[in-house]
């Protein structure tokens, strides 16, 4: 299961910027494809930065060889938790006071610059919750059970697609940038949950 986890991680990731590129270059132009991208890239980032911090946590932590391991898992996902969301928000609050102005001074378009700013400022919104999924994910990858995070990995990115579309009527081709926060805000309700389980009644 944890390679089939894996493979499917790689998958939805890769058919996620594919259809997102691919739409775009549909219905817009270059700058839309470049700036979305460049929030994209952005966003990877900081989560390869959080997965990095968290699996660190839980490899320190040698939970395997813990003999107090409800009290150590607690403290170990608290702890990734914590540390993991100082770093996404830290993060989210540079791109949103930084980014425009590291833009103009690579002298790009200003078409370019006003729609990757104008992108970014939707598409972070739920940036602050990156640490929190991470950490959940993490979380089932140390007790071994995959069922979840797979089933998660579909399902979040079937509702951004009917999210989009529905965005699709009012919003065209920015459809996709709205739904980015509100399928992260729908799917921190069970993350949340997780959260208060592992910290709470382990």
Known sequence: MKKVFYFLAILVLIV?????????????????IIGIDINLFLYLIITIICL????R??????????????????TVFANSFFVSSIISIVSALIIYGFLEKFLNFLNLKQGLINYTTFSMKIWFISSPFI?????????FKEINYFKIPIKLLIFKL????IISALFFIDKKVNCFIYAKPICDMIFLLYYTKVCFDATLKI
């Open 16 to 32: 996620f910027i594919t259809s997102v590129n691919i739409f775009l270059k549909i219905k817009s132009d270059f700058n839309h």
């Open 52 to 55: 990095f911090t968290v699996n």
């Open 57 to 74: 946590h839980f490899k320190k932590a040698n939970l395997d060889q813990s003999k107090t391991y409800k009290k150590d898992m607690k």
């Open 131 to 139: 640490g929190l999924e991470v950490t959940v994910f993490r979380y």
């Open 158 to 161: 079937i509702i951004f697609y």
